[in-house]
Structures are given as structure tokens and as C-alpha cells.
């Protein structure tokens, strides 16, 4: 029975760092996606159904694997009394859990109404008028994405320590800039302020050179020598990355 324990608990753990570093990635990817697909038409009820299933799926996907490592925020009735050996999550989480269920019903009803609107509209204006609504839905999806930037921000700055989280926004740099409209740089300084910034570059570098992803370790190195050109720690990295990447 402890060893099962010790599994379940350590597992999780494992896991954890992983499930983060997914949800981030994917909440901005249904951000870029969503606003991408607005920009790109001329009237807002012509946004896309597939587009919406799309994005819905991906939002409850999102929903669904924030379970695997964290336990239920709102109480039910219908929930058991076992042993869960999730984590509770704090204050920072609960916000970005709250702003993933809101995002991922809305565009729910949001698809909903777009099937409405695009099938049963122009034939059965007695019974439906889905226009309006889905206008609404569409204008409050925009609105929360806007407002999220807090929330987002604050679950960062929780998960500094992560560091494949970490590498990950280091390389998705441009596509901070669409989404959320901070550049890369300005964003991983805003979660980790200026103390040990360039050590936490470095352990993102070894991260992508353990994961041989080459271009991007000398990327983060080459950014920390120009910081710090004595810097030995970068140097040794640096050192280890293949002679092709060195000579670029």
C-alpha cells in the first residue's frame, strides 16, 4: 500500500512540470488561432463552425489533462471521499483554471450558435435568431482573452521554477507577441524579474541541448555570453553543441 502510494504521489510529481508546460502551449494556441481566423474575415458571424469545433476541442482537452495533476477546485456533492494525490492548486492556478472552464464554455455555446445560425436561421426566422447571440458570445470570447493577460501572467510567475515551461516560451517568442502582445524577452523577465534571469537561460539551454534541440540551446546561450561574455557556464554549453551548429 506504500509503494502504491509512493507511485501515485511521485508520478504526479513527474508529471507535473510536463502537463504545465501543455496547457500554456495550448491556451496559446487556441488564442492565436481564435484571433487569427477573426482577423481574417470581414464580419464576425462569419467565423468559421469548424473553426469553433476546432478550438472547442482543444479548450476541453485543455480541461481535461489540468485533472491529471490538480484536484477539484469547486466542491460537489457527487465528488468521493479517497485518497487524491493531486495537487491543490494555489491561489494563481485556480485563476487560470477558472479562465480555461470560462473560455472553453463559451465557445462551446459560441459553436452552438454558429450551427444555428448558418442551418436552421434563414429558413425558420418564426422560431430562431441566433445572430445577435452568437455576436454577443463572440464580442465575450474577445473580451476574455483580452482580460487574461493577469491571469496567464500570474500562473507563469507560480510555474517559474518549470523549466521546459520555461524553454517553451523561450522559443515561442513570436507567437507571444500575437497572442498576448509582449515579446518574448519582455515576458520571461515580467514571470522571473531580474534576479538570476540569465541563470534560468542557462538551465534552458541545457534543456534543449539534453533534448537536442540544437539551434535553439545556442540561441539562449549566445544570448547569455553577450550578457556575460566570461561566463563559463555558457561556455561549457556552448562546447557540447555539435560543430555544424558552432560554425553557423
Not at 496559446?28 to 487569427?36: D, S
Not at 493577469?150 to 510567475?157: E, T
Request: proline share 4%; hydrophobic share 40%.
Amino acid at each position: 500500500m506504500h509503494n502504491k502510494l509512493h507511485f501515485s504521489t511521485d508520478y504526479i510529481q513527474r508529471t507535473r512540470d510536463w502537463t504545465v508546460r501543455n496547457m500554456v502551449a495550448t491556451y496559446i494556441n487556441v488564442c492565436e488561432e481564435f484571433k487569427q481566423a477573426y482577423q481574417s474575415i470581414d464580419k464576425p458571424e462569419d467565423l468559421p463552425h469548424k473553426t469553433l469545433s476546432t478550438l472547442a476541442d482543444m479548450l476541453f482537452d485543455l480541461k481535461e489533462h489540468s485533472k491529471l495533476i490538480y484536484k477539484p477546485f469547486v466542491k460537489s456533492s457527487s465528488m468521493r471521499k479517497a485518497i487524491d494525490h493531486r495537487f491543490k492548486p494555489d491561489t494563481a492556478e485556480v485563476d487560470f483554471l477558472i479562465l480555461i472552464g470560462l473560455l472553453y464554455h463559451k465557445m462551446v455555446v459560441t459553436r452552438e450558435l454558429k450551427y444555428l445560425y448558418d442551418h436552421y436561421d434563414a429558413v425558420a426566422q418564426n422560431f430562431t435568431d441566433s445572430k445577435d447571440d452568437l455576436l454577443v458570445n463572440i464580442h465575450n470570447i474577445l473580451t476574455l482573452l483580452k482580460k487574461s493577460l493577469p491571469a496567464l501572467l500570474s500562473f507563469l510567475r507560480f510555474n517559474s521554477g518549470n523549466i521546459t515551461l520555461l524553454a517553451f516560451l523561450i522559443s515561442v517568442s513570436t507567437k507571444m507577441k500575437k497572442c498576448i502582445g509582449i515579446r518574448g524577452p519582455e515576458l520571461i523577465r515580467s514571470i522571473l524579474g531580474d534576479e538570476n534571469i540569465e541563470e534560468k537561460y542557462l538551465l534552458a539551454g541545457e534543456y534543449f541541448l539534453e533534448s537536442g534541440w540544437f539551434d535553439e540551446s545556442e540561441k539562449v546561450i549566445k544570448r547569455v555570453l553577450r550578457k556575460d561574455p566570461g561566463n563559463e557556464h555558457a561556455q561549457n554549453i556552448l562546447e557540447k553543441l555539435p560543430s555544424p551548429v558552432q560554425s553557423q
